[in-house]
């Protein structure tokens, strides 16, 4: 499984950004994808999770501003974030778990900045 992330960038307290993550390889062994994130001099933590009938799962400090989603079709993960705090700045990973394994994409900045 191969998981290309892209998306990040500088945004303005309050705004909104979508992420993306496309799977490519044996996508039809994957059981659920999604983000985690990782701030300067912190621990990485997971923001939100997705499954492969949809049900999803969010960390506590995004809950009503992040939402995660997915197109089939696309083989692609989004993340949509909105009302971004300066605490959401991080480099943002987007995962995949297929068989017990778990895959990790290269990271996308995110700046929350004025």
């Known amino acids: 499984v191969q998981l290309q992330a892209s998306g990040g960038g500088l945004v303005q307290p309050g705004g909104s950004l979508r992420l993306s993550c496309a799977a490519s390889g044996s996508i039809f062994s994957i059981n659920f994808m999604g983000w985690c994130r990782q701030a300067p001099g912190k621990q990485r933590e997971l923001v939100a999770t997705i499954t492969s009938r949809g049900t999803t799962n969010y960390a506590d400090s995004v809950k009503g501003r992040f939402t995660v989603f997915r197109d089939n079709a696309k083989n692609t993960v989004y993340l949509e974030s909105s009302s971004l705090k300066a605490e959401d700045t991080a480099v943002y990973f987007c995962?995949?778990?297929?068989?017990?394994?778990?895959?990790w994409g290269k990271g996308t900045l995110v700046t929350v900045s004025s």
């Open positions: 995962f995949a778990d297929s068989l017990g394994i778990t895959y």
